[in-house]
């Protein structure tokens, strides 16, 4: 970094160069290894889930900047309008790209003791007996496409989806109670699609178990988080008696190398406390040595550990900055400073950065880890509002 930033920067954050070491929200975080995947024909492969990490140490906003300012590599700082390549409702899009594509009917398998994803075994010849019962339900014969989906779960019982379809027959013929015991029979045969608790979750509904519908669109959310459909829906028409509050993260700021020797922050003045994530998030990317310090390699992946520590420098800047009265009032930054309270940092990146690179990851998680997500979601996320307020 050029002569001089590191105290100007300091002055702009209101940050005292002598702060204590941060140190993770959580006790415990899962290992640093970035999720690796290979793809045979339709087949992903995720990664293992590893024992906890205790105790993490991270960098605070002052010992980033003390750092960029002895690095060999050329920090610059520039106004965030003077970049145009990518604009700001692109960031997400350009800081964590997508690397696989989701899979239709995805069914986690176990292999070697691997987790691992894979296209749902259906047998090839249930699927002209499917298309004719799919074109009766398009037609509104529910009650003649219901007669077909149960030949076609006869004839192949491991069906989970003609399980489901008759479930959605039974819940247009007005019986819920029906429908909701089809849902479970398609869940219980693949418990990877995100579809089916959804699907169960409108029988739910109809019978006035609200509370256990919503944790039903809670666990849909966790099977997949970045799904436009299901986020556009529940944008427009959120379960009674709750608020979808939709993501935490929307960079303002954003960080590219120009080459190995220098890298740029694009910032704007309106949003101070985004400055301190957007340096650590330089650090990350030009520096080898921190990455190699925190997950062990020099190769710059995707990194849990790389999102925590920027955003835990993000949620202190901002509380430091709100607190001196340097910064406004931000919605959003006040969420994840709630989130941080509450320990639940690593289960947002999980959540909203996580799945933006690898869509499908979280279906890897053991039934434990999953109810933990589900319980994210549904304090942070999918959160619950009196009725008169969700009237409005």
Request: hydrophobic content about 40%.
């Amino acid at each position: 970094m050029r002569s001089g930033r590191a105290g100007v920067l300091l002055a702009v954050l209101g940050l005292c160069a002598g702060c204590a070491t941060q140190r993770a929200a959580e006790t415990s975080k899962p290992r640093d290894e970035a999720p690796k995947t290979k793809q045979e024909e339709a087949a992903q492969a995720v990664p293992d889930r590893s024992p906890p990490l205790e105790n993490i140490q991270f960098l605070s906003p002052p010992q980033i900047l003390d750092r960029l300012e002895k690095s060999k590599v050329q920090y610059d700082i520039q106004d965030r309008s003077t970049f145009t390549a990518v604009y700001p409702k692109g960031y997400p899009k350009a800081l964590w790209p997508q690397k696989t594509e989701p899979l239709d009917t995805p069914h986690v398998v176990e292999v070697n003791g691997r987790r691992s994803l894979q296209p749902y075994p259906f047998d090839p010849k249930s699927e002209a007996p499917l298309q004719e019962a799919e074109a009766l339900f398009e037609k509104g014969d529910y009650a003649e496409a219901l007669k077909k989906y149960v030949r076609l779960t006869a004839d192949f019982p491991t069906h989970y989806l003609a399980w489901a379809y008759q479930g959605d027959c039974l819940l247009n013929l007005g019986d819920a109670e029906g429908a909701l015991k089809m849902y479970d029979r398609a869940i219980a045969l693949n418990p990877d699609d995100y579809r089916l608790p959804f699907f169960r979750s409108s029988a739910l509904m109809h019978l006035g178990r609200i509370e256990e519908a919503r944790k039903d669109i809670a666990l849909s959310l966790v099977l997949h988080p970045r799904n436009n459909l299901l986020r556009d829906l529940l944008d427009e028409r959120p379960p009674e008696n709750s608020e979808f509050l939709g993501d935490v993260i929307e960079p303002q700021a954003f960080v590219r190398a120009e080459s190995p020797e220098r890298v740029i922050i694009y910032w704007d003045k309106k949003n101070p406390a985004w400055l301190a994530w957007a340096n650590c998030k330089a650090l990350w990317l030009g520096e080898p040595s921190h990455r190699k310090e925190m997950t062990g390699t020099e190769a710059h992946e995707w990194s849990n550990l790389e999102e925590d520590e920027c955003l835990l420098n993000l949620s202190f800047a901002y509380r430091t900055l709100k607190q001196a009265g340097k910064a406004e009032r931000d919605p959003k930054l006040e969420r994840l400073n709630a989130i941080v309270e509450d320990r639940r940092l690593n289960e947002l990146v999980m959540f909203e950065l996580a799945p933006r690179v690898y869509p499908q990851v979280l279906l890897t998680l053991g039934p434990e880890l999953r109810k933990r997500m589900v319980d994210f979601v549904l304090k942070h996320v999918l959160v619950e509002v009196p009725p008169a307020q969700a009237a409005r």
